[in-house]
């Protein structure tokens, strides 16, 4: 199973981005998925998670302000992002939890990031 991630990239403060997230492989389902981020020198931090549902949950430092969503038929999660700040300057990791094909046991799988970045 692999996670592929795009959309990052620079804006400047008060700006937009939109980062996607592709689940593909021996996927029987996707459940939660979710993103995190690191900013340099910090530890990986929780930002949004989303169930197959569509029932959500964020951070408080991005309430308001980012929004999950999914596309369940595509394994695809989405992170919008507006009124981004510098302090939001992090790479931006998709997470998923997947059940595989054959045994059906489920695993957490992680993208390989994309950095998004905030001028100010």
């Known amino acids: 199973v692999q996670l592929v991630e795009s959309g990052g990239g620079l804006v400047q403060r008060g700006g937009s981005l939109r980062v996607s997230c592709a689940a593909s492989g021996s996927i029987y389902r996707v459940n939660d998925m979710a993103w995190y981020r690191q900013a340099p020198g910090k530890q990986r931090e929780f930002v949004a998670s989303?169930?197959?549902?569509?029932?959500?949950n964020y951070a408080d430092s991005v309430k308001g302000r980012f929004t999950i969503s999914r596309d369940n038929d595509k394994n695809t999660v989405y992170l919008q992002m507006n009124s981004l700040k510098p302090e939001d300057t992090a790479v931006y990791y998709c997470?998923?939890?997947?059940?595989?094909?054959?045994?059906?046991?489920?695993?957490?799988?992680w993208g390989q990031g994309t950095q998004v970045t905030v001028s100010s």
């Open positions: 989303i169930t197959t549902g569509g029932s959500t």
């Open positions: 997470n998923a939890l997947v059940e595989v094909t054959l045994t059906f046991n489920e695993y957490a799988y």
